[in-house]
């Protein structure tokens, strides 16, 4: 009597453990990975391209020359009194950029300041690139100074010579320079989103 009630049990226990097993398949098959909220391409691209709309404006681009002399002005015309960036991007012995650019504006002369004022260096030259190449230049750590992507974007949103495009000051005649197109605050909120969109570079 034992032995046919254990015969009877074993094939229900083998259909128990397949049907098991196939509801346990289904469910693993119909599992979906649920990953980090990205943006689509047309909010990634108009972060860059309100990003690239700040990096390109003269308050940023007149300290990333490709000829290691500093511009001035939205024009962009070339320093006053023949400066150039020397060796360290730093001008030369007796014409350091540090001795009329001190740590903040000098509204009464004109001169611009903020902390360790000087041009970019010859790597990060963006003069004469498009959009999409600079934004290479500046994802690149071998020309970039060896940053990482959070490395960039605490320069891009903490420096305080970048944040100067911001509070230019005002020129010799007393005039306000011209700040970049759109605030400190939403340049910060594009770029942080665009790199946590993974900084993809749109094609045009």
Same mark, same amino acid.
């Given at each position: 009597? $034992?032995t046919?009630k254990i015969?009877?049990?074993i094939? *229900?226990?083998?259909?128990?453990? #397949?049907?098991?097993? %196939? @509801?346990?398949?289904? %469910?693993?098959?119909?599992?979906? %990975? #649920?990953?980090k &909220? =990205? ?6 691209? +108009?972060?860059?391209?309100?990003m690239? !709309?700040?990096? =390109?404006?003269p ?11 500093? $511009?001035?002005g #939205?024009? %962009?015309?070339?320093?006053y009194?023949?400066m150039?960036?020397?060796? $360290?991007?730093q ?7 540090? =001795? ?7 509204n009464?002369s ?5 902390p360790?004022?000087? *041009?970019?260096p ?6 004469? *690139?498009t ?7 500046i994802? @690149? ?5 060896? &940053? !990482?992507? &959070?490395?960039? #974007?605490?320069? *891009?949103t ?8 911001? @509070?230019?000051?005002? +020129?010799?005649?007393?005039? &306000? ?5 759109i605030?400190?605050?939403?340049f910060?909120?594009?770029? $942080?989103?665009?790199?946590? !969109?993974?900084?993809?570079i749109?094609?045009?």
């Amino acid at each position: 009597m $034992k032995t046919t009630k254990i015969n009877y049990l074993i094939p *229900l226990l083998l259909i128990s453990g #397949i049907l098991i097993a %196939s @509801n346990y398949s289904s %469910s693993f098959n119909e599992y979906i %990975s #649920i990953e980090k &909220k =990205t943006l689509n391409s047309s909010e990634n691209k +108009d972060n860059f391209t309100k990003m690239m !709309d700040v990096l =390109t404006h003269p308050r940023c681009m007149n300290c990333h020359p490709s000829d290691n002399v500093p $511009k001035q002005g #939205i024009d %962009s015309h070339p320093h006053y009194f023949g400066m150039e960036g020397g060796e $360290k991007d730093q001008g030369f012995k007796a014409t350091k950029c540090a =001795t009329c650019h001190q740590k903040e504006n000098n509204n009464f002369s004109g001169v611009p300041g903020a902390p360790h004022w000087g *041009l970019a260096p010859q790597s990060m030259a963006w003069k004469g *690139l498009t959009r999409q190449e600079i934004a290479a230049v500046i994802l @690149n750590p071998e020309k970039n100074g060896g &940053k !990482d992507h &959070k490395g960039v #974007i605490k320069h *891009l949103t903490e420096d305080d010579l970048v944040l100067w495009a911001w @509070n230019p000051g005002v +020129d010799a005649a007393g005039n &306000k320079r011209e700040k970049p197109p759109i605030s400190e605050e939403e340049f910060k909120k594009v770029v $942080k989103e665009w790199f946590a !969109d993974g900084a993809i570079i749109p094609e045009n």
